[in-house]
């Protein structure tokens, strides 16, 4: 806690009776002094996503760039050259999307952290308001470290508001073993966020995650477990029960136009769409779809889809729709 000193003069001291200036404040901001409330729960929540989204192109941008040396995706423009070095997993040392991502996924970490122990330790609000809430951080923390250790593998595991938050600049700070983070933290929050979760959305646009999101998450996270490098083969029907419940039981199903979950129009549709960050209409690199258009679409082909998988793809309407 800091402790502020006001500096007096001497004329002042010889004047007045002199004081320790070391004194305890009589208060001070803990979680045990603020006084929680509903509104000042979801400010907290949303801070989660502006975390998230601080610096990052809307997220989307940086992530994606990372990802087109894994998936299908690939550089629509050879000439950009930051997603061309993605591309061939020939990423300079001190590239931005790396740091930024690093640095805004332990922001969220550290936000999650944060909410989590103010409502634990708060008791002036109602569980059944304070749950909901408690489970959003606890995906989020989740997710965080998901995408953590599956970029950067071993990592520092910090699950509270109190560890020195300068990630960056402190050597000292130890890194946990992928298996540890996953059996730790991301297993054990994301069953947290299925039990506390509602099934809809706390937001309009569906951006507040549901229990469906959590469950969507473990199934993924189980299927990456039985993977490299854990290798649990256990872990694959674990996986394909979660992917059941989400499929059989939730109000989710496929669109029936693949091309359409790529619309404006369509951005805010909670259909196919489990659990999206929307991007801004205004902020210009965060336009949703934009970066995933190619230029005969009047977009900016920044990633586009591989042209061999998508051939590769079994026939079905969804692929016939964007023929």
């Given at each position: 806690?800091?402790?502020?000193?006001?500096?007096?003069?001497?004329?002042?001291?010889?004047?007045?009776?002199?004081?320790?200036?070391?004194?305890?404040?009589?208060?001070?901001?803990?979680?045990?002094?603020?006084?929680?409330?509903?509104?000042?729960?979801?400010?907290?929540?949303?801070?989660?996503?502006?975390?998230?989204?601080?610096?990052?192109?809307?997220?989307?941008?940086?992530?994606?760039?990372?990802?087109?040396?894994?998936?299908?995706?690939?550089?629509?423009?050879?000439?950009?050259?930051?997603?061309?070095?993605?591309?061939?997993?020939?990423?300079?040392?001190?590239?931005?999307?790396?740091?930024?991502?690093?640095?805004?996924?332990?922001?969220?970490?550290?936000?999650?952290?944060?909410?989590?122990?103010?409502?634990?330790?708060?008791?002036?609000?109602?569980?059944?308001?304070?749950?909901?809430?408690?489970?959003?951080?606890?995906?989020?923390?989740?997710?965080?470290?998901?995408?953590?250790?599956?970029?950067?593998?071993?990592?520092?595991?910090?699950t509270s508001s109190t560890a020195a938050s300068d990630i960056?600049?402190?050597?000292?700070?130890?890194?946990?073993?992928?298996?540890?983070?996953?059996?730790?933290?991301?297993?054990?929050?994301?069953?947290?966020?299925?039990?506390?979760?509602?099934?809809?959305?706390?937001?309009?646009?569906?951006?507040?995650?549901?229990?469906?999101?959590?469950?969507?998450?473990?199934?993924?996270?189980?299927?990456?477990?039985?993977?490299?490098?854990?290798?649990?083969?256990?872990?694959?029907?674990?996986?394909?029960?979660?992917?059941?419940?989400?499929?059989?039981?939730?109000?989710?199903?496929?669109?029936?136009?693949?091309?359409?979950?790529?619309?404006?129009?369509?951005?805010?549709?909670?259909?196919?769409?489990?659990?999206?960050?929307?991007?801004?209409?205004?902020?210009?690199?965060?336009?949703?779809?934009?970066?995933?258009?190619?230029?005969?679409?009047?977009?900016?082909?920044?990633?586009?889809?591989?042209?061999?998988?998508?051939?590769?793809?079994?026939?079905?309407?969804?692929?016939?729709?964007?023929?």
């Open positions: 806690m800091k402790k502020y000193i006001i500096l007096l003069t001497l004329s002042f001291c010889a004047a007045t009776s002199c004081v320790d200036l070391l004194q305890k404040p009589q208060s001070s901001i803990t979680p045990e002094t603020i006084e929680l409330n509903e509104q000042l729960l979801e400010s907290m929540a949303n801070g989660l996503y502006k975390s998230w989204w601080g610096e990052n192109y809307g997220f989307n941008c940086r992530f994606a760039s990372l990802s087109l040396a894994g998936d299908d995706m690939m550089t629509g423009d050879a000439s950009k050259t930051r997603n061309t070095l993605d591309d061939q997993m020939r990423v300079p040392v001190d590239n931005a999307d790396v740091r930024v991502l690093w640095q805004e996924f332990y922001k969220t970490i550290f936000t999650a952290n944060n909410l989590i122990e103010q409502i634990e330790e708060n008791t002036t609000v109602g569980q059944s308001i304070t749950d909901k809430y408690l489970g959003e951080a606890h995906f989020m923390r989740a997710l965080m470290y998901f995408y953590v250790v599956r970029l950067w593998g071993d990592a520092p595991a910090i960056d600049s402190d050597p000292s700070i130890p890194r946990k073993s992928v298996s540890e983070i996953y059996n730790r933290i991301i297993i054990p929050d994301a069953l947290i966020a299925e039990e506390l979760l509602p099934s809809t959305s706390r937001d309009s646009y569906g951006q507040g995650p549901t229990k469906w999101a959590a469950k969507t998450l473990l199934a993924d996270v189980y299927l990456n477990m039985a993977g490299w490098p854990l290798h649990d083969a256990s872990k694959y029907a674990e996986a394909a029960e979660k992917a059941r419940e989400v499929v059989e039981d939730s109000p989710h199903s496929l669109m029936p136009k693949y091309k359409d979950l790529w619309l404006k129009s369509t951005a805010g549709d909670r259909t196919e769409h489990i659990f999206a960050l929307r991007h801004s209409l205004t902020y210009l690199p965060s336009q949703y779809a934009i970066s995933y258009l190619g230029v005969e679409e009047n977009g900016w082909s920044d990633y586009v889809a591989d042209p061999v998988f998508f051939k590769s793809f079994p026939d079905d309407t969804r692929k016939a729709s964007v023929m």
